[in-house]
């Protein structure tokens, strides 16, 4: 396994130079990059409690079926959740809009 994951001093150095710039790049050309932390986190916060809302008591996004916009929403809870584990997306998903969660078993999905 340690073979799997080496990589040679030099290139981890050069990584560790330019990943950092690259990923920072891609987030301002996306526009994320563009504001501030706090701003962020808000913008996730008002996405959440939009979706919270008009989901209501329906079973899906649009409807009793589900359709493409549920398999969307549920990726970017799935990302909130298991890719950054601790983050401050994960506790809002789990606190605040942690209703969200009940339309979304991942059970359903395995069928997209």
Same mark, same amino acid.
């Given at each position: /396994?340690? $073979?799997? %994951?080496?990589? @040679?001093? #030099? $290139? %981890?150095?050069? =990584? $560790? =130079? #330019? !990943? @950092? +710039?690259?990923?920072?790049?891609?987030?301002?050309?996306?526009?994320?990059?563009?504001?501030?932390?706090?701003? /962020?986190?808000? &913008?996730?916060?008002?996405? =959440? +409690?939009?979706?919270?809302?008009? %989901?209501?008591?329906?079973? *899906?996004? #649009?409807?009793?079926? /589900?359709?493409?916009?549920?398999?969307?929403? *549920?990726?970017? =809870?799935?990302?909130?959740?298991? !890719? !950054? @584990?601790?983050? @401050?997306?994960? $506790? &809002?998903?789990?606190?605040? *809009?942690?209703?969200? %969660?009940? *339309?979304?078993?991942?059970?359903?999905?395995?069928?997209?």
């Amino acid at each position: /396994m340690d $073979k799997i %994951l080496y990589v @040679p001093p #030099l $290139k %981890l150095k050069l =990584l $560790k =130079l #330019l !990943a @950092p +710039r690259k990923v920072k790049k891609t987030l301002h050309e996306q526009g994320l990059g563009r504001y501030a932390y706090d701003d /962020m986190i808000r &913008l996730v916060q008002d996405d =959440l +409690r939009n979706v919270s809302t008009y %989901l209501g008591t329906k079973a *899906f996004y #649009l409807g009793d079926e /589900m359709t493409e916009v549920d398999c969307t929403i *549920f990726g970017f =809870l799935a990302q909130a959740l298991w !890719a !950054a @584990p601790g983050s @401050p997306h994960e $506790k &809002l998903v789990q606190g605040k *809009f942690h209703t969200v %969660l009940s *339309f979304y078993p991942t059970d359903s999905y395995t069928a997209y």
